[in-house]
């Protein structure tokens, strides 16, 4: 079984590379093995990748990173351990607390419970790539302003789900602040200055 | 984790021949269970087969007389967003909207959740090997019970986990299943098995079966709705949840359906409320009746007998809220 897909690493060094190319590509190698019964010629083949390290390439606030990783890699490890991008925690490890909260495509996902490999194509944005100290973006600062935090290890899940909620919603009632927020969890219980931050962005429009 | 290869298949034909090809081969959709099951080591699949590329199980249609498909890719967060299905199948979208948290929503997908393994801490604790992963008794009989079954037990007692299937039952939805052998549709009130059948297993999709398609027949002129109890009021798994589809005929109920979850080890339905609703108006009167009349053949654990209350209470509510 052709694992490592040297075809396709090598093209995506070259220029011009699209991640079409990359599935056709990475096709050939898997459908070796793979006879499958495939009609019409615009039906893609079937990819392998794994059990060993496979490059990837992932948009994560609005660039393009390549991580070496076996296909069991979950992208909150991808985005932490590989790209050194450690804004979203790892708290719970297993989708219930929210503190590992990134945007795919702009929806907020839990990035433990998403292998890397699946966020292939979407667009991931982390707290990182919503603003920095120096620019914060709006509802960073309103927690700044609102001292919406305690400890601050859930702060960037709900910093992600706050922007993603107002960005539908840019005028939610308190109840539709609770449930857009209802994934997150904050032990150190900092909920309602949380939730004041969010009104405050809300009412600053 | 478990280390896997990661197949990923653009058609059915491809994911049925990926799954066939390696053993020990697992499909995933959205991934939320099948990542909960690697992480807690329950499960050590060679192969992955990711279907969430496969094209044409994506979509949401209604036809012309109503009746609704969902395709089994389809993410809880977009049932519970769709307008169609919050007009006519308010139990489905209201039950889909509750489940898990936002993140989940957006991930998960209704075939996943319909396939989901139950949650009973006995079976996710890789320490315990309990009736469910081929031991000899269910922990739960003798242990801490209080999430687990008053109906429907034995030998194990494990809640069937899946909010969707609640109102799928009861709006008398079926499953289209795609297979080595072809393709079947089955109601999704016969799909879900007791564990007296098999007690490793809470359905009968079948080796190399895929589910592609949930139908759900026309609900017009049905009155439906879903409510479930939480520990907490924000994101938690229901202790107890209801859905009510009825339909009337001139001022009183033609016919009923009732459907508990979280407290059997299928989608339970109560026979006996849906008897005590038809020929009744619906109203405060009738509503008590169907509460009472949900617990009959109740059995309760140990630690469990606060869900036979909250039954009756909850099924109240739903049918009242009907009136
Ligand atoms: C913190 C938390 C809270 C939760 N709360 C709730 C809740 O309140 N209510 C609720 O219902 N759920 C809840 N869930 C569970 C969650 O909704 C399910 O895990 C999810 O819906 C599974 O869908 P998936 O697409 O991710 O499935 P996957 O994990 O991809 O698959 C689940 C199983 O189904 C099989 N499978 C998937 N799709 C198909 C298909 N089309 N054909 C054949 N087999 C298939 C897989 O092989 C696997 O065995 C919660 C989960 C978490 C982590
Ligand atoms: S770390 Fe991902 S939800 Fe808790
Ligand atoms: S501020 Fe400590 S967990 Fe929220």
């Not at chain 2, 197949?7 to 034909?13: D, G, R, V």
Request: hydrophobic letters at 40%; charged letters at 25%.
């Amino acid at each position: 079984m052709a694992r490592k897909l040297p075809a396709a690493e090598d093209q995506s060094r070259a220029p011009g590379f699209s991640r079409r190319n990359f599935l056709k590509t990475a096709g050939v190698g898997a459908a070796a093995s793979t006879v499958v019964g495939v009609g019409g010629a615009c039906t893609k083949e079937p990819t392998v990748i794994g059990p060993d390290a496979t490059t990837l390439r992932l948009r994560v606030n609005g660039t393009t990173q390549t991580v070496t990783v076996e296909p069991r890699v979950t992208l909150l490890n991808a985005l932490r351990n590989e790209l050194d991008l450690t804004g979203a925690k790892e708290v719970c490890n297993r989708g219930a607390c929210g503190g590992c909260t990134v945007l795919l495509d702009g929806d907020p996902i839990k990035a433990c419970m998403m292998l890397a490999a699946d966020a292939e194509g979407h667009e991931i944005t982390t707290v990182e790539g919503l603003g920095s100290p120096d620019e914060m973006s709006p509802l960073q600062k309103a927690f700044v302003e609102a001292d919406a935090l305690q400890c601050g290890f859930c702060t960037p899940g709900f910093v992600v789900s706050g922007t993603a909620l107002l960005a539908k919603n840019p005028d939610p009632t308190l109840d539709e602040i609770k449930d857009g927020l209802a994934g997150n969890l904050c032990r150190c219980g900092t909920y309602s200055r949380i939730f004041e931050a969010v009104q405050k962005t809300a009412r600053r429009g | 984790m478990h280390n896997f290869e990661l197949a990923k298949a653009y058609t059915t034909t491809q994911a049925r021949d990926l799954l066939a090809e390696k053993p020990n081969s697992i499909l995933k959709a959205g991934g939320i269970d099948v990542i909960d099951h690697l992480k807690q080591h329950l499960i050590a699949p060679n192969r992955l087969v990711d279907i969430k590329s496969v094209s044409g199980l994506d979509d949401i249609d209604v036809d012309r007389d109503g009746n609704l498909r969902i395709g089994a890719l389809v993410t809880l967060a977009r049932v519970a967003a769709d307008e169609d299905i919050k007009k006519d199948f308010p139990a489905l979208a209201q039950a889909c909207g509750e489940a898990a948290s936002p993140q989940i929503r957006n991930v998960a997908t209704i075939g996943g959740n319909l396939l989901q393994r139950p949650r009973c801490w006995y079976y996710r604790l890789e320490s315990y090997k309990c009736i469910k992963k081929g031991g000899d008794t269910c922990f739960a009989i003798a242990g801490m019970n209080r999430y687990n079954v008053i109906f429907g037990g034995g030998p194990a007692y494990p809640p069937h986990p899946s909010s969707a299937a609640v109102p799928l039952v009861a709006y008398g939805a079926s499953l289209v299943l795609e297979g080595p052998e072809g393709t079947r549709t089955v109601p999704a009130g016969e799909f879900f098995v007791l564990p007296d059948v098999d007690p490793e297993r809470e359905n009968t999709l079948g080796e190399g079966e895929i589910l592609t398609e949930i139908r759900v027949p026309a609900a017009a002129g049905k009155k439906s709705a879903y409510a479930e109890v939480r520990e907490r009021a924000g994101f938690d798994w229901p202790v107890v949840s209801a859905a009510v589809a009825v339909e009337e005929d001139g001022g009183s109920v033609k016919s009923a359906r009732i459907v508990l979850g979280q407290v059997a080890t299928i989608p339970w339905r109560a026979t006996k409320a849906e008897e005590a609703l038809v020929g009744q108006p619906l109203g405060a009167a009738s509503a008590e009746a169907a509460g009472q009349a949900a617990v009959d053949g109740a059995e309760p654990m140990t630690d469990n007998g606060y869900k036979v209350d909250l039954v009756t209470a909850l099924v109240r509510r739903v049918v009242a809220s009907l009136a």
